[in-house]
């Protein structure tokens, strides 16, 4: 993985899947990336709710306001929170916008605990992507800082043996 350019994509409403974000771009290097909306849904659960609950119903991609260039890189790790057991709509405008061909795709999300269709529904919107096996984390594991590192480490060596 050494030799290529990386960069790590997250969306995340209430900083859980930043935190898991900025954790690998500390192990995988390269660059990191934030999607940021023209209109976000806020921090209030609730209302993100409502609102991502109707986006997920009616098909909505939000607009981003930070679009990014990704041509440059050859292995992007991309990571959203599950919403309604799906990708979350921030993450499927990331997905819809661009054309991964030729690139490696690593997907990563936090839940509830309940994945639901995340991967699956991730892996249909990848755009010409080859896809690797992805990785999810729910509240418990946010409960011990070690633990969680170890599955990151873990899970980037055995993505990076197979590369
Ligand atoms: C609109 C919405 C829908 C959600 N749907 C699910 C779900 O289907 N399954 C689940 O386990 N968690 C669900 N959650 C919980 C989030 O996936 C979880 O809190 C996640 O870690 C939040 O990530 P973030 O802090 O990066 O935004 C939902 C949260 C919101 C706001």
New binding site residues.
Partial sequence: MKDKKILTVCY???????LIAKQIHSIAGGDIYGIKLQKPYGKN?FT??IS??FDILTGKRPEISNKTDISGYDIIFAG??????TVAPALMSFLNGNDFSGKILIPFC???????NFFKNFEKNSNGAKVMRGIGFTGKDFKNPNELKNKLDEWILTIGKQI
Avoid: I, K
């Fill in positions: 995340s409403q209430r900083g859980h899947t930043e659960y993100a709710l991502g609950g959203g929170p599950v919403w309604f057991m936090t839940s509830g605990g309940n994945e639901g």
